[in-house]
């Protein structure tokens, strides 16, 4: 059986931003990038999706570093949305429903070591508490079979990755890895959160 619960029993967050002009950022890790870059690249509002690092310094954040698991980066993504369209709130949901596992411990799917680890870098105060009042009302619900281990920790900085990175799915389709792990994340989107779905092109 699997770890998610079904669409109709995920909860939306308990409080969430009020929709504003202009743009925001979010910075999430769940896992490779090149997956939760997929995911996020359908939802309806994300003007950009970024595939990087955060977590660590300047000089270790390039791939061969990171992927080493000792620089306290993990693999991130920053996304740029328009919160009058998609609120932070809602963003969160498709990162817990849908990008990712958020009970694995320093590791997603075949992934494994603390860059893949799930964290939450909020911005400021009104994402921190959007968060963890989202976390305990899926704790509080028992939406997952096991604790939530997400990191909810200050953002400090964002590396974008190597330009061979930057929409990853997209532009490899065919590559197996993207195949098994990477497209069925974009199909649960479209199933588990329709009216979060693109419907055009940014």
Not at 40 to 54: R, T
Not at 78 to 83: A, N, S, V
Not at 98 to 111: E, I, K, S, W, Y
Request: neutral net charge; charged residues 25%.
């Amino acid at each position: 059986m699997s770890l998610f619960a079904s669409a109709a029993q995920f909860p939306d967050p308990p409080i969430d931003e009020k929709p504003a002009p202009g743009l925001k950022k979010a910075v999430l890790a769940g896992g490779c990038f090149w997956c939760t870059e997929a995911v996020f690249e359908m939802v309806e509002g994300v003007k950009d999706v970024v595939a990087g690092y955060s977590g660590g310094s300047k000089e270790t954040a390039n791939y061969r570093r990171v992927s080493m698991g000792d620089t306290g980066h993990a693999e991130a993504i920053e996304i740029t949305y328009d919160p009058s369209v998609v609120t932070y709130g809602q963003l969160l949901r498709v990162f817990f429903e849908v990008a990712h596992d958020p009970t694995q411990l320093n590791r997603q799917g075949p992934d494994v070591g603390p860059q893949y680890r799930s964290a939450i870098f909020f911005l400021d105060e009104e994402q921190k508490n959007i968060a963890e009042a989202y976390i305990r009302k899926l704790e509080e619900a028992k939406v997952f079979r096991s604790k939530i281990v997400t990191q909810i920790v200050p953002f400090k900085a964002f590396y974008p990755a190597e330009e061979y990175h930057q929409d990853y799915a997209a532009n490899n389709p065919g590559n197996p890895y993207i195949a098994f792990h990477a497209a069925p994340k974009v199909e649960k989107l479209r199933k588990a959160c329709p009216r979060l779905v693109r419907s055009g092109k940014k």
